[in-house]
């Protein structure tokens, strides 16, 4: 073997400030524990990215990893300190030239030096160097931090690097020849690695390499072999997670379940997936551990319900007037052993008991939120409701049982608006807008409150009424003959776009004191059972429910707007269910919704979970009821979860 080129000599370093946290303190950490999964058997896998759960504790910068044939150890670069050598070395790391080097130079209890020679066949070459780099010097030469080599010039470093086996800082202080430039960190315990080199036996290979540059030669074996040379195989950059590519990553990821009858877990790249097997309760242990064997550990809770999965839910759609829809849906697995039961509002039709469900000659009646039960045995799963709307027919302002007055019609407000208002007069009944106005129908709710619907834009929206009764005269208001029909209402905004705008409010001494009584005590909210949405765009300018508190014993409560994307304003008071009453705020998946609870909690009866999607963040805040009374913001009491996994803590913002 023979060298051409003589290596660079190690020189000297200063301070000037003193790194916050060392290589020891960057061992792997849990970020953010792992959320709960709640799935059914043969549903498809629920996915954690653990990008967002696992890491290394104070490392923020391009990480290095050097994989030699005494182990691997890893460096962070550090450009706020040294930026010109932090670029210069990743060149070389980027352009290979590290691969199969050697570290030709070990001072014990001083440094171990690297990065100016490689091993071609069985020759020691000088590796190819580009235009020296100014002089950095920034930090201390502390025990495990890197530096660059150079010569007695103090912008003559090119190639080589050491790492300090010791504290070196005032060995290497400024005072010694302005001092070397510090610009990566080993991390972890990578240092042990570093340690085993340096503990290597040193020999004067220089004469039988014909070079002074190798008097401090450390070698694994007494003799001046291949095999014994310190080599690094291989210095490439790396990611903290390992992404599915090549690039090496600092962390290996592995994934066991407590109980693989009731769920496995599986790692890819740096995705978890968690697949339900069995119906019963188990915990997945993820473990990160680091390339020197250093290691963490987090735990994820599972419960997979027996019951069957649903593999296509019920599809929403906008129907015209007299026109006819098919709903239907697939059970995961085999078609047989499966019955079914349809709902409409929380309300079983009669006859609906199979895996499709025809709608024809579609009135205001038949709009609502459809959803169905699927039954295996013992078990079942109820899917995802799907919005039915109805949309009148072209040229008309209404349909089902509605009613207005001329004098009702083109109402100019002391606000600039213009409004026309209807009326219920049966169980159910469709308005739309025209000439730029805003269209409003009222009722009462089952608490005696008058409650307003108003919509401007695009769309028509339905109520349907659940007990409906009446039309009767609103027993706590100053308002002679005008009669409303009363019930708890299911309203369906259809057909809307981004410039559709819908208000519930429900009437109170301040949102319309003119036919308020003094000696009643009024409710104060809007009492609706649910709301379900059908954007033609994905897009809906604003959803005003500040007044409206959502409520079922049965069915769907909340909201429903699986074609939503983007929202302008969205808000309401409260959501609250009782016996079969099922919580919900679902948009499309890929929406991100920012809502605001105005006053309310969202608790639910026995910790019901409140299914979500579409949501960036949900805001609680306070409010107030249709007299001005306030409701301040309260503390989240809810859950909420997304296809299973609770995501609580994700979305609530303040109190």
């Not at 890197?146 to 050491?162: G, K």
């Not at 300090?164 to 400024?174: A, E, I, K």
């Not at 169905?372 to 995802?384: K, M, P």
């Not at 209807?422 to 009944?429: D, E, K, Q, R, V």
């Amino acid at each position: 073997m023979r060298s051409t080129t003589r290596a660079g000599l190690l020189l000297s370093c200063s301070v000037l400030f003193a790194l916050s946290t060392w290589a020891q303190a960057t061992l792997p950490t849990v970020t953010v524990p792992l959320p709960t999964v709640t799935t059914t058997v043969g549903a498809t896998g629920s996915t954690i990215d653990l990008k967002g759960h696992f890491g290394l504790a104070g490392v923020t910068n391009q990480i290095v990893q050097f994989n030699t044939t005494m182990g691997t150890f890893n460096l962070e670069v550090l450009p706020a300190a040294a930026p010109a050598s932090v670029l210069n070395f990743l060149g070389y790391v980027g352009r290979g030239a590290y691969t199969n080097t050697i570290i030709h130079r070990s001072v014990p209890g001083f440094v171990i030096q690297g990065g100016g020679f490689a091993l071609t066949g069985t020759t020691l070459d000088a590796i190819p160097t580009v235009a020296p780099i100014a002089l950095e010097y920034n930090l201390p030469n502390t025990r495990g931090t890197l530096s660059m080599a150079r010569t007695d010039s103090l912008n003559s470093a090119t190639s080589q690097w050491f790492v300090n086996t010791v504290d070196n800082t005032t060995t290497l202080g400024t005072s010694n020849n302005g001092g070397y430039a510090v610009f990566a960190r080993v991390l972890g315990t990578g240092m042990t690695v570093v340690d085993g080199i340096a503990a290597l036996t040193v020999y004067n290979a220089s004469a039988a390499l014909n070079s002074a540059t190798y008097t401090q030669l450390p070698l694994r074996g007494p003799d001046l072999t291949i095999d014994n040379l310190v080599i690094v195989n291989s210095a490439r950059t790396a990611y903290v997670m390992p992404d599915g590519s090549t690039t090496p990553a600092v962390l290996t990821l592995t994934a066991s379940s407590s109980n693989p009858a009731v769920a496995t877990a599986a790692i890819a790249a740096s995705t978890l997936t968690v697949t339900p097997v069995g119906g019963g309760t188990c915990t997945i242990t993820v473990r990160a551990t680091d390339t020197n064997g250093n290691l963490v550990e987090a735990t994820s809770a599972v419960a997979v319900s027996a019951r069957p999965a649903i593999a296509t839910h019920p599809a929403s759609q906008n129907v015209a007037a007299n026109g006819s829809a098919l709903l239907s849906v697939t059970p995961l697995g085999s078609t047989g052993g499966f019955s079914y039961r349809w709902f409409r509002n929380g309300i079983a039709i009669d006859g609906a008991t199979n895996s499709s469900l025809q709608l024809t000659n579609v009135q205001s009646a038949q709009a609502g939120l459809y959803d169905v039960e699927v039954t295996a045995g013992a078990n079942t799963t109820r899917s995802r409701p799907a919005v039915i709307g109805v949309v009148p027919a072209a040229g008309t302002q209404t349909a089902g049982a509605i009613t207005t007055r001329a004098e009702w019609q083109s109402i100019h407000h002391p606000n600039g608006n213009i409004y026309d208002q209807f009326l219920l007069t049966g169980a159910s009944g469709t308005i739309t807008t025209t000439g730029g106005k805003i269209a409003r129908v009222s009722l009462l709710d089952e608490q005696n409150n008058i409650v307003q619907f108003e919509m401007s834009g695009p769309g028509s929206l339905t109520v349907v009424l659940t007990n409906p009764s009446g039309p009767k005269a609103p027993a706590l208001y100053n308002q002679a003959g005008v009669e409303y029909m009363q019930g708890t209402p299911t309203v369906v905004l259809a057909g809307a776009d981004a410039s559709t705008h819908m208000s519930i409010y429900s009437v109170g001494t301040k949102t319309n004191p003119g036919v308020t009584r003094t000696d009643v005590v009024y409710n104060g909210w809007a009492n609706v059972c649910a709301v379900g949405i059908q954007s033609t765009t994905g897009g809906l300018g604003g959803l005003y429910y500040g007044n409206v508190l959502f409520a079922s014993a049965a069915g769907p409560a909340g909201i429903v707007a699986p074609s939503l994307r983007t929202i302008g304003t969205l808000n309401f008071h409260e959501l609250t269910t009782t016996a079969a009453g099922e919580p919900m705020i679902l948009l499309a998946p890929e929406g991100q919704a920012k809502i605001k609870i105005t006053g309310g909690s969202l608790a639910q009866p026995a910790g019901i979970g409140i299914d979500v999607s579409g949501l960036d963040t949900v805001q609680m805040v306070a409010g107030e009821d249709s007299c001005g009374r306030p409701a301040p913001a309260q503390a989240n009491q809810g859950r909420l979860y997304y296809e299973g996994i609770d995501i609580t803590a994700e979305l609530i913002v303040g109190p």
